[in-house]
């Protein structure tokens, strides 16, 4: 009987004869009263709705005092499908499967006010009479966070699973182990974590962002994970995780430094260090490692895809190995990339045991030869994705230029920017037709994932969550709504509803997400700021650090000396300028220095602006970088860095800048590098710029140095 006519039938029975006379509800009324009913399957589902909407659970067969919202399931639905409805005496959320349910509680949690995310609603609120029926377009809708590179401990990672659940994300992938950090603690190897979780001061795996003087890691133990994946199945999402191999190996391998290849490293340029990061593919007892390690994997995790890795092996190191030469003979191999196959096709066979496929990285699939059974995540560009996709693997579509939240979401902000420029705008504007994949392909994409790799956050404070919302929000909302439903109904429209819906959410969630940056123009000598999403517009001026309100335009002949931001809840933009801020320019300068320069990366490259330079070797103490102006320059900042761009990674580990005024004899000391790179901010003109190291090695085979910034007097 529907509750509509049991209530009515109730009250009838109770009234004696008078109740129907009684007004009925006109509006369905949320409130401490409403009671929630689900089947047992669905129980923990009802204590998660629970207690987000503060109200009771009871039975299937509760008795309704004032309203009910029901939780059913419907075979004949989509799987993760729903049907919401809404009418003035019940809601009912009825899903194709449990996963299904849960996506329609969130539908209905969209429909209540933002509170609704900081749990327990306290108030009633009224619900307008409602239909919606939704099925996902795709079944996999994933997130990868890499924790090897930075750790994300546990609390944090719960917090993580329920953003993703609120957005119908229902695929964890984690990025586990890699050169810098191993994170899941393995029972019959615990040395995996108790060394290899850490990393700097003492430990065999070199600290190489940046992070000397500290130890710095963490680790997930087993308990910790399977409470993970209990908390994240709850909210329908799937933890997927990954072990890199045989490449990204560094950190195993300096635990047990057997794994690797046989053959004397060079280890003068590492200043000592071995810097091999691949495992041995001839070596057999590798193997029975592997099986230990992967037969955890395994039991602890439900998925029924394991990640193995797969990318980016260093071929060499195999080419230099007698006994990986010798396999490939044995086996008829031509190419070292036969050897992939071959570890990887062992690996497989370790997962098949336990009822598991492999999921690997695309390069894996190079050769074809690869099992059919795999899922391929498709992550270096489009072509990649349609490689896999006609060689006929289920294939995740990530290539980096739309889908990587490690990118810069401007070309001034941080982040990488190998793949491109990554905004949300650019991630919903992913396109099958235009990337080439045809409709007879789809039926093997298995849906789409964004990656946040980490490496460049630990230069950001990793302790602050900050830098992981803003990087992650609201690109996630446009990869949401890109997978569930397609980005058909055009961009405008979806910003449209970023700004009139999404940023509210995102604050009662706590999400410090990224505003789009404001516009900033600069015309008779009158400098605007702008914004078209309701946020607040703040400035600061050179040399202070005092962040004030932008209550209208400024009157400045020197643009350069602002900067603009603007704040939303607890969304922020990134700072922008007018262009003259950006503005550089390029003196001549020669680049010496004592340690000698790769063949492949000259100093002519950073000499002449055009790229990065790199050395031949780790720097030592006393080691130096002389940068000679052709002219003596004036300038009103100067920049210079070693190691990566946006990566404190191959940087002159800890040393001191130097410089040589014009007119003078000897050079100054102009303070300590930061993370292998110093801003000077010369009252005079100078001649020349020395770098000099106090620190042996940086975990790498070279430093590499960047061309100057120099931002010019206006
Ligand atoms: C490539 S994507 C990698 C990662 C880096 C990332 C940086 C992939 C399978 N390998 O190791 O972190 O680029 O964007």
């Known amino acids: 009987m529907k509750p509509y006519f049991a209530l009515c039938l109730s009250l009838l029975i109770s009234l004696g004869g008078e109740a129907c006379s009684q007004p009925l509800p006109t509006k369905f009324v949320l409130g401490k009263d409403t009671e929630l009913i689900c089947g047992r399957d669905l129980s923990p589902l009802g204590e998660y709705a629970a207690g987000y909407l503060g109200v009771t659970v009871s039975g299937a067969d509760g008795a309704s005092k004032r309203g009910t919202i029901a939780l059913e399931t419907d075979p004949s639905l989509a799987q993760e499908g729903f049907r919401l409805e ?52 795709f079944a996999y809708r994933g997130l990868m966070l890499d924790v090897a590179r930075t750790w994300i401990g546990f609390e944090r990672m719960k917090r993580y699973i329920d953003l993703l659940a609120y957005h119908n994300i229902n695929k964890l992938h984690l990025h586990l182990t890699d050169d810098e950090g191993w994170r899941l603690e393995i029972k019959s190897h615990p040395e995996l974590t108790s060394v290899g979780g850490f990393r700097g001061e003492g430990s065999p795996v070199e600290a190489v962002y940046g992070k000397w ?20 199945a709850v909210r329908n999402i799937e933890i997927i995780p990954e072990i890199d191999l045989p490449g990204h190996s ?89 050897l992939e196959d071959y570890f990887l096709e062992r690996v497989s066979s370790i997962l098949a045991r336990h009822g598991k496929y492999p999921g690997v990285w695309d390069e894996a699939v190079k050769t074809g030869a690869f099992t059919r059974e795999s899922r391929v995540y498709a992550w270096h560009d489009t072509r990649k994705c349609l490689g896999a996709l006609e060689n006929g693997y289920q294939t995740v579509i990530m290539p980096g230029e739309y889908f990587y939240l490690d990118m810069r979401q401007s070309p001034t902000e941080d982040g990488h920017d190998w793949a491109g420029i990554v905004d949300a705008r650019k991630l919903f504007s992913f396109d099958f037709e235009r990337s080439g994949i ?75 997400y990224r505003l789009f940056p404001p516009k900033v123009t600069w015309s008779g000598g009158v400098l605007r700021a702008e914004v078209d999403d309701g946020s607040r517009l703040c400035y600061k001026e050179e040399g202070s650090d005092r962040e004030q309100a932008y209550t209208g335009p400024i009157r400045t002949a020197k643009p350069h000396l602002y900067q603009f931001r603007s704040h939303r809840g607890t969304g922020v933009s990134p700072w922008v300028a007018h262009e003259s801020f950006h503005r550089t320019v390029k003196p001549a300068v020669k680049i010496t220095s004592s340690m000698a320069e790769s063949r492949q990366f000259p100093m002519s490259n950073a000499e002449t602006y055009r790229g990065m330079t790199r050395t031949a070797r780790a720097s030592r103490r006393g080691d130096w970088i002389l940068y000679t102006f052709a002219q003596e320059v004036s300038c009103r900042e ?6 990566n761009r946006q990566l404190p990674k191959a940087i002159i580990t800890r040393g001191r ?39 042996d090695g940086n975990g790498t085979p070279f430093v590499s140095i960047q061309p100057l910034v120099v931002k010019p007097r206006l």
């Open 86 to 137: 809404v009418t003035p005496l019940e809601v009912t959320v009825t899903g194709g499967n449990y996963g299904g349910v849960f996506n329609g509680l969130q539908s209905l949690f969209r429909l209540l006010p933002a509170e609704v995310y900081g749990g327990g609603l306290g108030r009633e609120v009224v619900l307008r009479d409602t239909l919606i029926s939704s099925s996902p377009r």
């Open 213 to 232: 003087g500290e130890r710095y890691g963490g680790f997930y133990t087993r308990e910790q994970m399977r409470a993970l994946i209990d908390y994240a």
């Open 250 to 338: 560094r950190n195993i391998a300096s635990v047990y430094p057997e794994i690797r290849c046989n053959y004397a490293p060079d280890t003068v340029s590492t200043v000592g260090y071995d810097y091999r990061s691949a495992w041995c593919v001839a070596r057999e007892e590798n193997y029975r490692l592997l099986d230990d390690i992967l037969s955890e994997v395994c039991t602890l995790f439900p998925s029924k895809y394991i990640h193995v890795g797969g990318d980016e092996v260093d071929l060499e190191q195999w080419s230099r190995c007698p006994d990986c030469r010798r396999l490939m003979q044995e086996k008829g191999f031509d190419d070292p990339h036969r």
């Open 438 to 512: 045809t409709p007879g392909m789809m039926s093997h994409v298995a849906g789409f994932e964004a990656a946040f790799w980490s490496e460049a956050y630990i230069s950001h404070n990793p302790e602050r969550p900050d830098y992981l919302d803003y990087m992650c929000f609201p690109r996630l909302c446009a990869l949401s709504r890109l997978a569930w439903s397609g980005n058909g109904e055009g961009w405008d429209s979806f910003y449209e509803e970023l700004v009139s819906k999404h940023y509210d959410r995102l604050t009662a969630m706590g999400v410090r």
């Open 638 to 643: 100067m920049y210079l860095q070693t190691g």
């Open 657 to 695: 800048a130097e410089v040589l005024y014009a007119g003078e004899e000897r050079f100054v000391d102009a303070g300590e590098l930061f993370q292998g790179s110093i801003t000077l901010r010369p009252s005079r003109p100078i001649r020349a710029v020395r770098l000099v190291s106090e620190y």
